[in-house]
């Protein structure tokens, strides 16, 4: 592993729950101080951070934000913002699916 591997290489972050716990649906999706921020309802289920969200790829939820306030977490029906720690690919009306860490 050269010198670079040891800072650039990027943690993967899998799914270790089978059953989802929620879903999420996308209205939008913001890139803020290298975070990406996925604005959203989520529609079923409750949402924690640390919880893992699931699409096209995986990644962690971070922190969530209603009303631009930090929140412990997202109950059915709450239109949220989840900053993720890396990236997924998604587009507006993807529906994506809630794992537990």
Same mark, same amino acid.
């Given at each position: 592993m050269?010198?670079?591997?040891?800072?650039?290489r990027k943690e993967r972050v899998e799914v270790v729950?089978?059953?989802p716990v929620g879903?999420?649906?996308v209205e939008g999706v913001l890139n803020i101080l290298g975070k990406q921020v996925i604005i959203g309802? /989520? !529609? *079923? $289920?409750v949402i924690y951070s640390g919880y893992k969200l699931k699409g096209r790829g995986v990644a962690l939820?971070?922190?969530i934000q209603k009303d631009r306030k930090k929140v412990d977490f997202a109950l059915e029906y709450d239109?949220?913002?989840? /900053? !993720? *720690? $890396?990236t997924l690919s998604v587009e507006?009306?993807?529906i994506l699916?809630?794992?537990q860490a």
């Amino acid at each position: 592993m050269g010198i670079f591997d040891r800072f650039f290489r990027k943690e993967r972050v899998e799914v270790v729950s089978k059953k989802p716990v929620g879903k999420f649906k996308v209205e939008g999706v913001l890139n803020i101080l290298g975070k990406q921020v996925i604005i959203g309802e /989520v !529609l *079923e $289920g409750v949402i924690y951070s640390g919880y893992k969200l699931k699409g096209r790829g995986v990644a962690l939820i971070r922190e969530i934000q209603k009303d631009r306030k930090k929140v412990d977490f997202a109950l059915e029906y709450d239109r949220v913002g989840l /900053v !993720l *720690e $890396g990236t997924l690919s998604v587009e507006e009306g993807d529906i994506l699916e809630v794992y537990q860490a």
